[in-house]
């Protein structure tokens, strides 16, 4: 880079990241979004960058340093979507940024706090890299106060980095947006751990919300008795909804139901399951799908499938629908050779695409074009 690395500050704005970060057993839920921005700050940190991450509180103290990483805290409470709490909130994260002081501040999820960084950038200068998630941040398919929000926030916005090229079609066609695609890292942990026993048929891992689809895997579960799943079905702010699926998870004896597991203890539960079952119906490229692969799993998907690489590198099945899903899962579960074979082009798969070398050296040419403007 143009500028040392010890001389250039990077904070990524990730409020789930605390458990992640402390390894903690908060039972908090936590989204990819979290995870790969986690994975991105450890990098970097390796790499001799500074590195801060704003957390939401979670009760710690208000800075603590993670494996040379600050964290900051300060309350957001986008969740709630009270405009009372908008603009506390608002005011509270402008100056925690200010604080913070970076020379690049990082955003994925929650949409909504662009705002805030747009705001922030518009007072100190500081460069604004946009993280895409879900393929619908790239689409005029979303309405309401918040998403007017992003999009007054994205015309301040540096940089853009996407994790499909579906995803980078669709933003500069109906968003305007210019940028790159650099993929999602992989996750460390896998890379040395020891083989295990699959007995786990199916493994369902996601947060407990409507988009996830937690309900299908049930019905799924149903009629295929036989079959014993491990469902970790986190819950979120909805209460009720993960309830419902709690005790009906409970109804049927072949599904073991977990309500919260570390990051750091995940893997274990992917090596263990011979097949994977993602259910989602919106996404952009979900971290569980590189877990799953690096673990050997070949994942059977309902309907998400980015760019096509699960279908162009046979690392497993994209269903359309239910009936379809029950009848991969079967196929995989009794084909001991397809699994072996889908499980082998998974690992190699995040092995060519997903190196952290790789993804870093591409976001450091991105922070050279940034701090040199």
Request: a positive charge.
């Amino acid at each position: 880079m143009g500028r040392p690395n010890q001389r250039v500050h990077l904070c990524f704005v990730s409020p789930e990241a605390f458990p992640i970060l402390a390894n903690s057993d908060l039972r908090r839920s936590f989204g990819g979004a979290a995870i790969h921005q986690t994975l991105l700050a450890k990098a970097f940190r390796k790499r001799g960058f500074r590195v801060s991450v704003v957390v939401n509180d979670y009760g710690q103290k208000n800075r603590e340093v993670y494996d040379g990483i600050e964290v900051v805290t300060c309350e957001l409470r986008h969740h709630l979507r009270k405009f009372s709490y908008f603009c506390i909130d608002t005011l509270r994260l402008i100056c925690t940024l200010r604080r913070v002081n970076a020379d690049i501040y990082f955003l994925m999820n929650p949409r909504t706090l662009m705002f805030t960084l747009a705001i922030n950038k518009w007072l100190s200068g500081r460069k604004i890299v946009n993280l895409v998630g879900e393929d619908v941040a790239c689409t005029k398919d979303r309405k309401g106060f918040p998403e007017l929000l992003y999009d007054w926030g994205l015309r301040w916005v540096d940089y853009t980095i996407f994790q499909s090229n579906f995803q980078k079609r669709c933003a500069e066609r109906f968003l305007g947006l210019r940028g790159e695609v650099i993929r999602n890292p992989a996750h460390a942990w896998h890379s040395n751990s020891p083989p295990s026993t699959r007995d786990i048929d199916v493994l369902w891992i996601g947060l407990c919300a409507e988009t996830k689809h937690p309900h299908y895997l049930l019905d799924i579960a149903l009629a295929m008795d036989k079959v014993n799943f491990t469902m970790i079905a986190t819950p979120t702010s909805d209460e009720e909804a993960y309830r419902s699926v709690r005790i009906r998870a409970q109804s049927l004896a072949n599904v073991t139901h977990l309500r919260c597991v570390q990051y750091k203890e995940i893997w274990r539960y992917y090596k263990r399951a011979k097949v994977f079952a993602f259910t989602s119906s919106r996404e952009g490229f979900p971290n569980v799908f590189l877990q799953a692969w690096q673990a050997a799993a070949p994942v059977v998907s309902l309907g998400c499938d980015p760019d096509g690489i699960i279908r162009d590198h046979k690392l497993g099945l994209v269903s359309g629908d239910i009936c379809q899903m029950k009848k991969h899962i079967y196929l995989l579960l009794h084909n001991d050779e397809l699994r072996a074979e889908y499980g082998k082009n998974g690992m190699d798969y995040v092995k060519r695409n997903h190196n952290m070398d790789d993804i870093c050296r591409s976001y450091m040419a991105v922070f050279d074009r940034l701090l040199e403007r």
